[in-house]
């Protein structure tokens, strides 16, 4: 079993930054790729942001240019750089993880969520 723990929500004020980490540990092969959703009140859940084991990132046109994501070197922890953030970006936020648990077996957790509020 995979277990992920996000860290780093809160309120802050528009224009101001955060950083959300994703630390995953438990029984597995390798890490292909780990990424964040979020999701709004009354929205669908959107992807936005996510970079594979190799190095590829690929972000929502709603945060280019604001936001980045990386990994560590062991690729067990990831990290969510969100500036100049406005209130449409209040969301909770979920860390995910494309696991292999073993060859050709590739199963998708899920962290707790963190609620992040842009607010004045």
């Known amino acids: 079993q995979v277990q992920l723990v996000e860290s780093g929500g809160g309120l802050v004020q528009p224009g101001g930054s955060l950083r959300l980490s994703c630390e995953a540990s438990?029984?597995?092969?390798?890490?292909?790729?780990m990424g964040w959703y979020r999701q709004a009140p009354g929205q669908q859940r959107e992807l936005v942001a996510d970079?594979?084991?190799?190095?590829?990132?690929k972000f929502a046109d709603s945060v280019k240019g604001r936001f980045t994501i990386s990994r560590d070197n062991a690729k067990t922890t990831m990290y969510l750089q969100m500036n100049s953030l406005k209130p449409e970006d209040t969301a909770v936020y979920y860390c995910?993880?494309?696991?292999?648990?073993?060859?050709?077996?590739?199963?998708?957790?899920w962290g707790q969520g963190t609620q992040v509020t842009v607010s004045s």
């Open positions: 995910y993880a494309n696991v292999w648990a073993k060859i050709d077996h590739l199963i998708r957790y």
């Open positions: 438990g029984s597995f092969v390798s890490i292909k790729t």
């Open positions: 970079v594979t084991s190799g190095g590829d990132i």
